[in-house]
């Protein structure tokens, strides 16, 4: 995201990334095609290159690891909370089915088979019974990065939603409801891009299908930039 201030919000998980641009940002003469092999490449170039700092002891060796891409359009704010919110329920659903899969091996003595055999058709509720009464494993205890995944954004003082203005929660740049999107001047676009600039990046592994955090960054949404904190 320091190489595209133009990407409001990032969420991962494994090595699934989705970035987000705002509407705003088709106004110019983009390619799409262009933006998609841009950030792929360069997603995967950072992917290679930071490889050695969290797995020292494990190379990589051919097939080197790459990335594709899609660029997809949502007509609404809203459509796009859909698609973030959907996006985490994935990682919970897939990580809770791996954490049982994974006990059922490693501690519970079985095969891939067996394992994979034993949770067909099972619900959250009986991997949730499983882990803690086979294991003594409280899902809720799981780290929260596995849970819920990384959410990456440029970080602001927090609003306060009961006091915010209407522009403030995603009115100023766009109309939520029409899918009108109002042009910037140039002037305002360089201010706003040298404020994304000192912004510090910030990675968190929260809920982001509640209205609380978007309520709390109304930047996000309104991709107008917020106040810069104080330092401590």
Same mark, same amino acid.
Request: no cysteine; net charge negative; glycine share 4%.
């Given at each position: 995201m320091n190489e595209f201030p133009d990407i409001v919000i990032a969420y991962g998980v494994s090595d699934e990334y989705s970035f987000v641009l705002h509407k705003s940002y088709l106004l110019g003469e983009i390619d799409r095609s262009k933006l998609v092999t841009t950030v792929?490449? $360069? +997603?995967?170039? #950072? #992917?290679?290159? *930071?490889? &050695?700092? +969290?797995f020292p002891g494990s190379p990589l060796s051919p097939p080197l690891p790459s990335f594709d891409g899609r660029a997809v359009q949502y007509p609404s704010t809203q459509n796009l909370r859909d698609y973030m919110s959907w996006r985490q329920v994935d990682c919970h659903i897939n990580n809770l089915y791996n954490t049982t899969f994974w006990a059922l091996i490693q501690q519970g003595g079985l095969d891939a088979k067996g394992a994979e055999k034993e949770l067909m058709g099972s619900y959250a509720s009986d991997k949730n019974e499983i882990l803690f009464s086979r294991f003594k494993i409280n #899902? @809720? @205890?799981? &780290?929260?990065? +596995? !849970? !819920?995944?990384?959410?990456? +954004?440029? =970080? #602001?003082? *927090?609003? @306060?939603? $009961? *006091?915010?203005?209407? %522009? =403030? !929660?995603? !009115?100023?740049? =766009? =109309?939520? %409801? $029409?899918g009108l999107v109002i042009e910037k001047s140039k002037s305002q676009e360089e201010k706003e891009k040298k404020r994304r600039a000192k912004a510090r990046l910030a990675v968190h592994h929260v809920d982001i299908i509640r209205d609380d955090f978007w309520d709390l960054r109304p930047w996000l949404l309104s991709n107008k930039p917020g106040k810069i904190p104080k330092e401590p």
């Open positions: 792929a490449s $360069t +997603f995967t170039s #950072y #992917y290679v290159h *930071l490889w &050695p700092s +969290f #899902y @809720n @205890n799981e &780290p929260e990065i +596995f !849970k !819920k995944g990384s959410v990456i +954004f440029r =970080d #602001y003082e *927090l609003a @306060n939603p $009961t *006091l915010a203005p209407a %522009e =403030d !929660k995603g !009115k100023a740049a =766009d =109309d939520s %409801e $029409t």
